[in-house]
């Protein structure tokens, strides 16, 4: 993944910090006789680290969260279709805003350090202490928006490492229709397989090695057929991978119907990828094929012109039809 992200600490492990490191910078100055300037070069010490610290963490997440043009536009789209913008980017300033009111404090508790005067020396404790209180509760408001920011640092994460540099093998259907079944068979990965639809949330990648090359296949949640306006996330994130990532699509139709959804209207969504795609090989597999009747085959095979069908023990064939399919596309 290109984006790395850390996690922020919360309020009140970030302002422990705080003060710890401020004790120990004082604590390490020079030798002071003068008793008023030992006070107040303490206190000023204090304040300042303690201001210091909090807010370069408050700045870190604005600094390090990636500027969305600049990314590659699948991780674009995939970042819109999985994190939740609209939170996190308030949080973000919400946290950067909170560390300039942390700096405006210093300052002003550093001129009541400085204006203390002879016989005042004790002053300088108290000043540091209610700087302390205030900084703290600087702290609590940024609360939430830590938190917020957290989760999405935790969710970017997840992210999957797409390759650039290998051949994708997209596959794409309607849901239950076995797409995630077929990863399996064709790569060693074991993902999760059920016999409800909407069970693949998120991108799931395989590789599969083809001679000496190696080849990543891209296992997408199900797609129902609708305009993209009308697409929910799990769905935007396959999309995202078809638009940005395919060099071929293996498109996996369920003739049996079994999957829940008629025969039509996976033929449709197939036309719509398409006609969104031109140009890129699309390779459709009548799957469940073990189990269809020859009606359901038939009738796949008049949804579906250009199928294979497909059964189990099949996928040296498709092995053999992906190759053919990489060798004559685009690139
Ligand atoms: N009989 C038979 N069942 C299959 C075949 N392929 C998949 N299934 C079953 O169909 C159901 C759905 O399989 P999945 O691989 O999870 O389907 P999917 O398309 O990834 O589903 P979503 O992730 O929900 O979109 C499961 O119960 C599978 O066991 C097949 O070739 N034959
Ligand atoms: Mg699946």
Known sequence: MEIELNFVQDQKELIEICFRKARKEAERMGKQRDRLK???????????????????????????????????????????????????????KRMKASGKIALRLKRQYIG????????????????????????????????QAIKEYNKTVKMARELPNVRFDLKTVIIAGYPNTGKTTILGRLTKSKPKIAEYPFTTQKLQIGYLEQGYEKVQLIDTPGLLDRPLEKRNKIERKAIAALRHLANSIVFVADPTERCGFPLEKQANLLG?????LKGIPILVV????????????KAGKKAFPKAIAEGHEIESALKEEIAKMLKNGPV
Do not use: C, W
């Open 112 to 143: 009541k350090a400085k204006a203390l005067e002879k016989g005042e020396e004790r002053k300088a404790k108290a000043i540091v202490s209610e700087f302390y209180g205030r900084l703290s509760s600087i702290a609590k408001n940024a609360e």
């Open 272 to 276: 719509e990828i398409e006609k969104e």
């Open 286 to 297: 009548l799957n469940k094929a073990d189990i269809a009747s020859e009606e359901e085959i």
């Open 38 to 92: 030992k006070a107040k070069s303490q206190a000023i010490k204090r304040i300042e680290v303690s201001a210091n610290y909090f807010n370069e963490a408050m700045q870190k997440p604005a600094a390090a969260f990636p500027y969305l043009k600049k990314l590659h536009p699948f991780y674009k789209e995939l970042i819109e279709a999985t994190l939740d913008l609209d939170k996190t980017l308030p949080a973000i």
